[in-house]
């Protein structure tokens, strides 16, 4: 968490759910952030170190993104999500 926020890790891991789902269960999280890994994901330990510190594993849906497109569709998700679009 960040001060009163969410901070999101979008991941390959089977783990993950939906964006949607964790947004929904914080309504008005305050802050969003959204932590964007390399090409080929995060490691399963990265993962989990993140998670130590809050973060939540998210899936951004059955494609596979290239970076940079997943930080795009990351914003639009969440805008969505929090009535924002």
Same mark, same amino acid.
């Given at each position: $968490? !960040?001060? %009163?926020?969410?901070?999101?890790? =979008?991941?390959? &891991? #089977? #783990? +993950? &759910? =939906? !964006?949607r789902? &964790? *947004? %929904?269960?914080?309504?008005?999280? @305050?802050?969003v952030a959204?932590? !964007?890994? =390399?090409e @080929?994901?995060? #490691? /399963?330990? %990265?993962?989990?170190q993140?998670?130590v510190?809050g973060?939540? =594993?998210? /899936? *951004? @849906? /059955?494609?596979t993104?290239?970076a940079?497109t997943?930080? !795009?569709?990351s914003l +639009? $998700?969440v /805008?969505?999500?929090l009535g924002? +679009?």
């Amino acid at each position: $968490m !960040i001060g %009163e926020g969410v901070v999101l890790i =979008p991941t390959l &891991v #089977t #783990t +993950a &759910v =939906p !964006i949607r789902t &964790v *947004l %929904e269960a914080n309504r008005d999280p @305050g802050a969003v952030a959204v932590v !964007i890994g =390399p090409e @080929g994901d995060f #490691t /399963s330990a %990265e993962v989990a170190q993140a998670q130590v510190h809050g973060a939540r =594993p998210v /899936s *951004l @849906g /059955s494609r596979t993104l290239r970076a940079e497109t997943a930080a !795009i569709a990351s914003l +639009a $998700m969440v /805008s969505y999500a929090l009535g924002e +679009a």
